[in-house]
């Protein structure tokens, strides 16, 4: 997942990390703490632009022991948070070309560069 500000090609973005939340700028406003990059669930399979989707607090989606070299990631233009849930939009679905060093534990953040556009 990243912001909707964070989505232009050639954008450097942080889709998964202890500190997703000050990386990633959405237009919708912040985003919880909690929320460290990755949905449990998708209204829509596989994920698609106007879709929502829900997450668990920290690393409790279970995020992948690894990723791809390219990616499709949802980005978001509001994410809110009621209880422990957490849940927001599909405003777009980009590709990122990740980087080395992402790790499924959130101290290891997850990066990248935008390089396509999905759908908007």
Same mark, same amino acid.
């Given at each position: =997942?990243?912001?909707?500000?964070?989505? *232009?090609?050639? @954008?450097?973005? @942080?889709?998964?990390?202890?500190?997703?939340?000050?990386?990633?700028?959405?237009?919708?406003?912040?985003?919880?703490?909690?929320?460290? #990059?990755?949905?449990?669930?998708?209204?829509?399979?596989?994920?698609?632009?106007?879709?929502?989707?829900?997450? !668990?607090?920290?690393?409790?989606?279970?995020?992948?022991?690894? %990723?791809?070299?390219? =990616?499709? +990631?949802?980005?978001?233009?509001?994410?809110?948070? /009621?209880? /422990? *849930?957490?849940? #927001?939009?599909?405003?777009? =679905?980009? %590709?990122?070309?990740?980087?080395? #060093?992402? !790790?499924?534990?959130?101290?290891?953040? #997850?990066?990248?560069? %935008? +390089?396509? +556009?999905?759908?908007?």
């Amino acid at each position: =997942m990243i912001g909707d500000l964070n989505s *232009a090609i050639g @954008t450097h973005v @942080t889709f998964w990390g202890a500190q997703w939340g000050t990386l990633n700028s959405l237009s919708g406003g912040s985003a919880s703490s909690s929320f460290k #990059g990755f949905a449990n669930s998708t209204s829509t399979q596989p994920p698609s632009c106007g879709g929502t989707w829900t997450s !668990d607090p920290g690393n409790s989606t279970g995020p992948p022991d690894s %990723v791809p070299e390219y =990616m499709a +990631v949802i980005v978001s233009s509001s994410i809110t948070k /009621s209880g /422990s *849930a957490i849940s #927001g939009n599909n405003r777009k =679905m980009v %590709v990122v070309k990740t980087e080395a #060093g992402y !790790d499924s534990n959130p101290g290891h953040a #997850g990066t990248g560069t %935008v +390089v396509a +556009v999905i759908c908007q």
